[in-house]
């Protein structure tokens, strides 16, 4: 017997995605479906002896191809005819849920209703008949309780014994199904029947709602007291402003980085010394061992390290998302997003930017209109990432001993100042479609499943582990050879290797910067594979043994460095360009990558490449010669 | 008196909905002549608002509330 197919479909916020990881767990498999970028989630289950394939549909709110959502499931229904379609519906939510299900049964559509959250439903007042609502659809109706296992793999038997052919729309549906294409063979101009269909749907839910659905009056629900801080006036700003404190405190210092530590000495106490002696007891060649260990271990490394801190952030935020209150922070900074030429929802992508450039583009498939989300991802390499954030310290540290907090907070505010002015410009000339508007359900708070949680957060974060390490990879691999070899083959001389025919080569267009060494040249080509490459190149480069740079302590390795030329080849005002240079230049190879995917377009990942870097020269420009105007040195 | 000229707290019975291009959105997510919506809260500097209706809670902007004609009921 062939698999069962399952298809579940559903509003936004229904909790459908939750039932989806109960019934499939980890067998699942997340790819995009094509020419969108909206995740296809399919699994396979085993269930009384039968093979059940199930698909999670986007959540959408109707099947208008309105949006990329909207398109995917329209199509889906269009071209596949599974055995099973189960809608699942919020039951605290189901008049509106309802136009979805109206809408698929114009289809013909046969489905499953299942109820989901009756709990929920039934704590604000609102009681549903399920035998009352099988009857006005002539379908089966199911329930399912929020995060109860039990309830959902009881699905599981309905699945397999549900015989759909025994079921019939209503008559009710079969009115409304004859209404609907009288309306559309009345010859009225096509929004206007699009609008009349619309109200005879819904003139239809409150019929049935009438009949299976009684709803009376409950107290101030417990989301709308959490909404008069949480969503109201000034209040809601500060409160956000601690939240994401809170979570970057989280990430940063008390779980990723303590994490990330222990990945590091794992790293540099172990592994290297390990390999080392390995490859030293089997007599492999020297230039291969130097390969080994100072370009491939050293270079995965970095990007491992950040592994912990990347998973961290991204289950507090899945968390965050699931509670609903991300919706809130796009409704409370729409006001201020608005005025930059965007909407409210694109700043979870740019919060996401202080932590890595590359999960902040890729969170931009979560806004409405094309514009926003190019602009979105446009100006996200702006904002200060966290592999930056050792460039700013260490010079700062260096040059600016008496003012380093000071300096560093002036750098993260040029970014985000750079981000929206930046945001404002390209709205106003490349993006001039009209207004994006900001329409968004702001769901009911609760307590997201965990397993679900996890789940996201795996799936967002093993893309950056496969390719940052596979792009990683291969970079590393690029810079050992660039600082070792020159034209006549190995050398020994770092200033006579490749790297630094590159870095003067490059160095020429900082001349009216100040910083026209060949080493900050060479410095900038490699932080274009990854800005953490900033620091430590210019420690290789400035004759410092590589072990003592280390990036996490700025002001020991600022003790260092003063003591060789570099405390020389710099002016404080020199120094403060070189920061400004490298804080806004074109993003690392793996963001680039991450644009190209996201803007689908090589040319736009070109794109951004030129004008960051533009932007950053400008703005370095202005730094170094303004101050300089000023008397600065 | 349109949407968009409404305070939190208020409750209103929407009478019609303007043309715009986001009527068919508006109506999809169940603004429909004949609902009941109550305004709940609203971003810093007022805009965008918060709205319930139909068991829902709905946040949009007010420019796009003002195509929106409604009736104080209570």
């Keep these: 017997m062939s698999a069962l197919s399952v298809a579940l479909t559903g509003n936004p916020n229904t909790g459908k995605s939750t039932i ?50 909207e398109q995917v499931v329209s199509d889906y229904f269009k071209t596949n005819k599974p055995d099973i379609v189960v809608n699942i519906i919020d039951a605290s939510n189901i008049s509106r849920n309802l136009f979805l299900t109206v809408q698929l049964m114009e289809n013909g559509i046969p489905l499953i209703l299942n109820l989901n959250m009756m709990d ?95 709803v009376s009056a409950a107290g101030k ?57 390995s490859m030293e007891a089997a007599g492999v060649e020297g230039w291969m061992q130097s390969l080994v260990s100072d370009g491939i271990i050293a270079g995965v490394g970095a990007v491992i390290n950040f592994v912990p801190l990347i998973f961290t952030l991204f289950i507090i935020l899945s968390f965050l998302d699931g509670t609903g209150y991300m919706a809130r922070v796009a409704f409370i900074m729409d006001p201020i997003m608005r005025r930059a030429g965007l909407s409210g929802k694109s700043i979870m992508p740019l919060m996401m930017g202080f932590g890595c450039a590359v999960p902040a583009i890729m969170a931009n498939r979560a806004l409405d209109t094309h514009k926003d989300r190019m602009i979105s991802i446009f100006v996200t390499p702006f904002i200060t990432c966290n592999a930056k954030v050792p460039i700013i310290a260490l010079f700062a540290a260096m040059f600016f001993p008496d003012n380093v907090a000071n300096v560093v907070f002036a750098m993260y505010f040029l970014g985000i100042i750079t981000a929206i002015v930046m945001a404002k410009v390209l709205s106003s000339t490349m993006f001039t479609e009209r207004q994006s508007t900001f329409l968004l359900e702001l769901p009911p708070y609760r307590l997201p499943d965990i397993k679900t949680v996890l789940l996201e957060a795996w799936d967002k974060g093993k893309g950056y582990l496969i390719k940052a390490g596979t792009i990683i990879f291969a970079m590393s691999v690029i810079i050992w050879f660039l600082s070792n070899f020159n034209s006549d083959g190995m050398t020994e001389d770092m200033d006579t290797s490749y790297l630094a025919s590159i870095g003067s080569t490059t160095s020429v267009l900082f001349a009216p910067q100040g910083f026209d060494t060949w080493e900050a040249g060479a410095s900038v080509v490699t932080g274009i594979l990854a800005k953490e490459a900033v620091v430590s190149t210019m420690g290789i480069l400035y004759g410092v043994d590589e072990d003592s740079v280390d990036t996490d302590d700025a002001e020991g390795t600022a003790e260092v460095l003063n003591a060789t030329s570099m405390g020389s080849a710099f002016t404080p005002l020199s120094a403060l360009a070189f920061m400004v240079f490298s804080l806004l230049y074109s993003p690392c190879m793996t963001a680039l990558g991450t644009v190209k995917k996201e803007a689908q377009g090589f040319k736009w990942m070109a794109f951004v490449f030129f004008y960051t870097t533009a932007v950053a020269w400008v703005v370095s420009l202005i730094v170094y010669q303004g101050g300089r105007l000023l008397g600065f040195e | 008196m349109t949407l968009k000229d409404t305070k939190p707290g208020m409750v209103v019975r929407i009478d019609s909905v303007g043309e715009s291009e986001l009527k068919q959105r508006l109506m999809t997510m169940g603004l429909i002549p004949g609902t009941r919506v ?37």
């Design chain 1, 20 to 69: 989806f990881n109960e019934l499939t767990g980890a067998r699942q498999k997340i790819g995009n479906w094509p020419g969108v970028t909206v995740d296809k989630k399919v699994g396979v289950i085993e269930h009384n002896g039968r093979k059940i394939s199930v698909i999670d549909l986007p959540g959408t709110y109707s099947i208008n191809a309105r949006s990329q959502e």
């Design chain 1, 120 to 214: 929920e439903a039934e704590r604000h007042g609102i009681k549903i008949d399920m035998k009352k609502l099988e009857d006005a659809f002539g379908m089966p109706v199911t329930n399912t309780v929020g995060r109860s296992n039990k309830s959902v793999r009881k699905l599981l038997d309905v699945f397999t014994n549900a015989v759909m052919t025994n079921y019939k729309p209503s008559k009710l549906i079969n009115e409304h199904i004859e209404r609907v294409r009288n309306l559309e063979r009345s010859g009225l101009a096509p929004a206007k029947v699009d609008e009349e269909i619309i109200a005879a749907r819904y003139d239809l839910i409150d019929k049935i709602m009438a009949s299976a659905v009684t």
């Design chain 1, 221 to 277: 629900t417990l989301t709308e007291k959490l909404d008069s801080y949480l969503a109201n006036g000034v209040t809601s700003i500060i409160l956000m402003i601690a939240i994401f404190y809170l979570m970057f405190q989280i990430s940063f210092n008390w779980i990723g980085q303590p994490l990330a530590d222990i990945v590091g000495e794992f790293f540099d106490e172990t592994l290297v010394p390990w390999a080392a002696e």
């Design chain 2, 38 to 74: 109550e305004i709940l809260n609203s971003a810093p500097f007022g805009d965008p608002i918060a709205l319930r209706l139909r068991s829902y809670n709905l946040a949009m902007r007010r420019d796009d509330a003002a195509q929106i004609e409604v009736s104080e009921v209570g």
